[in-house]
């Protein structure tokens, strides 16, 4: 890679992303930021007016009938002047923000990112190596890609390994747990973790609509940061700084309108100081380089395009491609597509899924209101099934969702929702065809126990 281009990565730090949060999470709290671990927001709060009055946190100690349990407690309300919604991609409360004060003018897009973390033989271990790939095992028309990362942390050799797949995908059939790890056999990659062990595993959506699919930031009583905002940008795989930026240009906004003497401060000069910000900047200059991989002539033409308007112009040109419709909505009818034969796993190099989501520490207690929740139940069946052979049962990286056998007649399936494997991905709320799957919080404190990831 040479400087300029997006992938150039001489001179950045490669650092694992888990120990750096826990770290400025000690520096907030140094600096008297309360930090409320295993509380989740489940609820947005507003004033009369309309605006946001803050969130309350959800109760805990239900059981599925809704009944009171053992050490029932109920949630709090927080109130604030002005509420910064953070939640990452897919957050379940900024998606209904959105809806309600009307922010997003194009549809978002979004890819499922899958990591491993490994400890490799210290021979093949070349500290600050950086390596990412495109396509192959993907389709030509399918948009995803890897990322290889030698890490040194305490004299461990490591190495955070990843694959990205768009959830735009038409065919039902793709599986993207199985497409990474089919990814690890090429003999490029297996070299690489032959000798090795895998420590670590996880996997969580995120954003790929880039400058397009930035949705208004400012609303009465609050903002958007991070990839709740849409801010990753998806051509230098990165979105860390931008969210970053984001939290400091909203910080900036809000601090000096505290002193008013007023009950609600909306932020409104946030909008115009993140246009202005390095963040549009960037994902200005790349807006076209995704929805380029959408031509008939898939990631071929938009590495062409890429290479022509982004390297040579840096994204100047006189117009912007856009995503067209949502995700959801692109996936094609299963009599339509080719399904996919994956090879089995080798337990050393791949492994099959349920081992994988053991490595998370993910855990949720059984006898709680499910958060998995389906607004028709007979959708899973009569549709899913049916026309897009169970999608639900491949893009999910955790093994939630399984068809199996009705009881009262075994020649029927029905949908099984495993919902104690849930490791937060969001990619259910946001890939499932018709939307019936809405993902919701459970009680606090549950979900992945990532460590360093």
């Not at 009950?263 to 910000?277: N, R």
């Not at 929805?291 to 117009?319: A, C, I, Q």
Request: aromatic share 10%; hydrophobic share 35%; with cysteine.
């Amino acid at each position: 890679m040479f400087p300029g281009n997006a992938l150039y990565n001489h001179g950045n730090y490669i650092v694992r992303l888990g120990n750096v949060v826990r770290w400025l999470g000690e520096q907030a709290e140094a600096a008297g930021v309360e930090i409320w671990p295993g509380v989740a927001a489940s609820e947005i709060l507003y004033n009369e007016d309309g605006s946001v009055k803050g969130i309350a946190t959800n109760d805990v100690g239900i059981a599925k009938d809704g009944s009171p349990k053992e050490g029932f407690a109920r949630g709090m309300e927080l109130h604030g002047k002005c509420t910064v919604f953070a939640e990452g991609c897919r957050g379940h409360l900024t998606k209904q923000i959105l809806k309600k004060f009307n922010l997003s003018t194009h549809p978002m897009s979004f890819g499922i990112g899958l990591k491993e973390m490994w400890q490799l033989d210290p021979g093949k271990h070349r500290p600050g190596y950086v390596e990412h790939t495109l396509g192959w095992p993907l389709a030509m028309d399918q948009y995803g890609g890897s990322f290889i990362y030698h890490i040194s942390d305490e004299g461990l050799p490591l190495a955070a390994i990843g694959f990205v797949v768009a959830l735009d995908y038409k065919n039902p059939h793709i599986n993207p747990y199985k497409e990474f790890q089919r990814w690890k056999t090429h003999p490029s990659i297996r070299k690489q973790l032959e000798g090795g062990k895998r420590i670590g595993y996880g996997a969580r959506a995120l954003n790929e609509g880039g400058f397009q699919a930035v949705p208004k930031l400012v609303f009465p009583g609050g903002c958007l940061v991070g990839c709740g905002a849409s801010l990753l940008n998806v051509a230098k795989l990165k979105g860390t700084h931008t969210g970053m930026k984001s939290g400091i240009v909203a910080a900036e906004s809000i601090y000096p309108l505290l002193s008013e003497e007023v009950k609600t401060v909306t932020p409104t000069s946030y909008q115009k100081a993140m246009e202005e910000s390095s963040v549009f900047k960037e994902l200005k200059a790349t807006r076209n380089i995704r929805p380029s991989f959408n031509t008939s002539l898939g990631w071929m033409g938009g590495m062409l395009y890429s290479g022509l308007f982004y390297v040579l112009g840096r994204g100047k040109e006189p117009w912007t491609l856009h995503h067209g419709k949502p995700d959801n909505e692109k996936i094609m009818k299963k009599d339509e597509c080719k399904k996919i034969d994956y090879p089995k796993p080798d337990n050393e190099i791949t492994f099959d899924l349920l081992t994988s989501v053991a490595l998370t520490g993910t855990n949720h207690e059984e006898n709680q209101p499910a958060h998995l929740t389906l607004k028709d139940d007979e959708v899973p069946e009569k549709i899913n099934l049916a026309l897009y052979d169970g999608p639900e049962a491949r893009y999910c990286p955790a093994g939630v969702y399984e068809f199996v056998p009705r009881e009262t007649n075994p020649s029927e399936m029905r949908l099984q929702i495993n919902a104690q494997n849930c490791i937060h991905c969001k990619t259910c709320d946001i890939k499932d065809p018709t939307q019936n799957i809405n993902w919701v919080t459970p009680e606090g404190g549950e979900g992945p126990k990532y460590s360093g990831m």
